[in-house]
């Protein structure tokens, strides 16, 4: 049986301190009471401040693409798989890390597919596109010590997937900064040492949202992909 690999090499760990979790903690850690519920919870969000290459966004993501599999039928299950893969956010440093993030929740998203509907999903399709458009904006590269991007002086973004009132599948899409997420430089969550921020029940709430960087935008959340074509 292959060991699983937690280091990339002696010098990233010394520079970036880079150490990856061993799936079976990430499992345990997801099966705290609570956490383990919240996956369950399509929408429920999840922010991962050191994403690495993906173990909890990916673990993440198949607890709740299970649920959606479980609580819903064939004709919601497309709606429901984007909102619960607009529910994960991560943020990382190194871009190599950042892109094998991205790439791993495509795959898995796209195994979970093929597994229900015994079909592949094309590229061309919107579910594919809006799919792959939702990872890119919610896993993003950054600092979360500075919040900010590691090359630009340039704050770190996402993207808030707001269910609209009344609809079953449209979305508000809000952008915001990172460092909206604090309150005068302080961690919203009581007890969290400065410079850390856990990813366990995060929540969107209209104070943390101030800093809007942009309109927000109403749209079908399996159409979300055209507003990058804009």
């Given at each position: 049986?292959?060991?699983?690999?937690?280091?990339?090499?002696?010098?990233?760990?010394?520079?970036?301190?880079?150490?990856?979790?061993?799936q079976w903690m990430v499992q345990k850690m997801l099966d705290v009471e609570g956490v383990k519920e919240a996956c369950e919870n399509i929408e429920a969000t999840f922010l991962e401040p050191s994403?690495?290459?993906?173990n909890f966004l990916v673990a993440i993501l198949e607890r709740k693409l299970k649920a959606v599999t479980e609580q819903f039928s064939d004709g919601h299950w497309k709606t429901k798989s984007l909102f619960a893969l607009s529910s994960i956010y991560g943020i990382e440093f190194l871009a190599d890390n950042l892109e094998?993030?991205?790439?791993?929740m495509l795959l898995r998203y796209l195994n979970w597919y093929e597994e229900f509907f015994h079909v592949y999903l094309t590229s061309k399709s919107d579910l594919y596109k809006s799919a792959m458009y939702i990872i890119r904006r919610n896993i993003v590269r950054g600092n979360t010590l500075t919040k900010k991007h590691p090359d630009y002086d340039t704050p770190i973004l996402l993207n808030e997937w707001k269910r609209v009132k009344g609809s079953s599948s449209k979305v508000e899409k809000i952008e915001f900064t990172f460092s909206s997420l604090f309150s005068d430089g302080e961690e919203i969550e009581k007890g969290i040492p400065e410079g850390q921020m856990s990813f366990f029940d995060f929540e969107m709430i209209d104070e943390e949202k101030d800093e809007s960087v942009s309109e927000s935008v109403i749209i079908d959340i399996q159409k979300v992909h055209q507003l990058g074509e804009r």
């Open positions: 049986m292959t060991s699983e690999k937690l280091i990339k090499s002696k010098e990233r760990v010394q520079q970036h301190g880079e150490v990856f979790t061993p994403a690495g290459d993906g094998i993030a991205r790439s791993r």
